[in-house]
T-cell receptor, first 113, second 113 residues
Framework: EPEVTQTPSHQVTQMGQEVILRCVPI?????FYWYRQILGQKVEFLVS????????KSEIFDDQFSVERPDGSNFTLKIRSTKLEDSAMYFC???????????FGSGTRLTVV | GENVEQHPSTLSVQEGDSAVIKCTYS??????FPWYKQELGKGPQLIID?????GEKKDQRIAVTLNKTAKHFSLHITETQPEDSAVYFC????????????FGTGTRLAVRP
């Protein structure tokens, strides 16, 4: 079964450092998303991406965040200057159509120290 | 935006018994309701979804019911097994767009052998 692949599985970074979280969506999917989950809390929408541009972003997705699809397969989330409160699980997801359920990756656990 | 309430937060059942998890939503225009299962250290996995043109959908031991008038939908798991133990999330589309999801707060299901 096709999978969404995320790397790394765990990233530890110092406050103020930049991090890049990487995702390889399912190959025929056109819609891409980043969600995050703070430990023990619900999954929260960050940003959606379609046709090489952001289609929607949440209040969480401020100027410190950016997304990119640098080639035909990767989809990245960059946090420019990490804060302690950015510590969370970050999930990438993709879907073939807006009307179908997403496939989530296994997540990257980001720990900011 | 959409507000999704999920109950209960924890549920413990004996193996073989049924489990029911309920969610309510606020946006009457919502038309797509997925359920996700999240096992420890993994991303959410879509297990079943329902669209607003049907009232019930079943897939083996899992069923989802939808009451659009009351704006609630429920997940039913019959003949529970230990491998059903996980956190279950309901979701509904955000008001601003059909494909971005608002998640419920999750239900931790424990199936006792």
């Amino acid at each position: 079964e096709p999978e969404v692949t995320q790397t790394p599985s765990h990233q530890v970074t110092q406050m103020g450092q930049e991090v890049i979280l990487r995702c390889v969506p399912i190959s025929n999917h056109l819609y891409f998303y980043w969600y995050r989950q703070i430990l023990g809390q619900k999954v929260e929408f960050l940003v959606s991406f379609y046709n090489n541009e952001i289609s929607e972003k949440s209040e969480i997705f401020d100027d410190q965040f950016s997304v990119e699809r640098p080639d035909g397969s990767n989809f990245t989330l960059k946090i420019r200057s990490t804060k302690l409160e950015d510590s969370a699980m970050y999930f990438c997801a993709s879907s073939v159509d807006t009307y179908y359920g997403y496939t989530f990756g296994s997540g990257t656990r980001l720990t900011v120290v | 935006g959409e507000n999704v309430e999920q109950h209960p937060s924890t549920l413990s059942v004996q193996e073989g018994d049924s489990a029911v998890i309920k969610c309510t939503y606020s946006d009457s225009a919502s038309n797509y309701f997925p359920w996700y299962k999240q096992e420890l250290g993994k991303g959410p996995q879509l297990i079943i979804d329902i669209r607003s043109n049907v009232g019930e959908k079943k897939d083996q031991r899992i069923a989802v019911t939808l009451n659009k008038t009351a704006k609630h939908f429920s997940l039913h798991i019959t003949e529970t097994q230990p491998e059903d133990s996980a956190v279950y999330f309901c979701a509904a589309p955000m008001k601003s767009s059909g494909d971005k999801l608002t998640f419920g707060t999750g239900t931790r299901l424990a199936v006792r052998p």
